[in-house]
């Protein structure tokens, strides 16, 4: 991203010039306090917001809203309130939604949907149905739906969110694990400096720091500075 702002329909310019790079397989951490704009930057890289100033590309692509389609088939976004993600009555189907999407065939769908929610040890809520899960549960059911896809890019909206300590302890392994590139956005420091290497610190839509993780993350004075 170049000098990328994004302005709300009401005025508020919510992300105002930020620059930042995700490389291949790399992962960042975006911290900032509560409005600094973390959420408003991972919505407009996936094409729910539209860029109102600068430039930004995705694996080569330029983003606008004509390659939307193309930068999702890439990018993956656990959204930041699990209600969001889940739409289908079934968690098979939630998980499945994406990769049938893709085309895949059946077979193969079946061997993502197990695969996901095995990983983040949600198998036993694969006949459930979404709308009457915990908010952890539809926190872990929202993620395979993301894993199922296998993006390159995954950009995660606080994704420790309404998990118990064990759920997020195997939630950061799981990610650890994985070869993608990650963007995340989190209040969750110690998550970030487990999985991440490099940390980019928010402020009034603003880049106000960036680093390497365990050296940003662990200097009190400037978190406590932006408010974290
Ligand atoms: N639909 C909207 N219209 C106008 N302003 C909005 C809208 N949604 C969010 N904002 C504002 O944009 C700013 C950034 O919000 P955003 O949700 O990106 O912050 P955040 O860093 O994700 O915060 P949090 O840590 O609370 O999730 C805030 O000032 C917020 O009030
Ligand atoms: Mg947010």
Avoid: W
């Amino acid at each position: 991203m170049k000098d990328v702002s994004v302005t709300y329909p009401d005025g508020n310019r919510a992300v105002n010039g930020v620059s930042l790079a995700l490389g291949n397989g790399e992962r960042k951490a975006l911290v900032g306090a509560n409005g600094a704009g973390k959420s408003t930057l991972l919505r407009a890289i996936v094409g729910l917001l539209s860029i109102s100033g600068g430039e930004a590309r995705v694996d080569g692509i330029a983003l606008s809203a004509r390659t939307a389609p193309d930068v999702r088939a890439r990018v993956g976004m656990v959204f930041q309130n699990p209600d969001d993600q889940l739409f289908m009555a079934k968690v098979a189907d939630d998980v499945a939604f994406g990769p049938r999407n893709m085309g895949l065939s059946e077979d193969e769908v079946n061997r993502r949907v197990g695969s996901a929610l095995d990983r983040l040890g949600a198998a036993h809520l694969k006949d459930r149905v979404s709308d009457r899960l915990s908010g952890g549960e539809k926190r872990l059911v929202g993620l395979a739906s993301v894993l199922s896809m296998e993006p390159c890019i995954l950009l995660m909206d606080e994704p420790s969110s309404f998990l118990d300590p064990r759920s997020r302890r195997n939630l950061i392994k799981v990610l650890s694990s994985l070869p993608q590139a990650i963007l995340l956005a989190t209040h969750d420091l110690d998550m970030a400096r487990r999985l991440c290497s490099r940390a980019v610190v928010l402020r009034d839509g603003r880049v106000c720091a960036e680093g390497s993780a365990d050296e940003l993350l662990s200097d009190k004075q400037m978190l406590e500075a932006h408010g974290l």
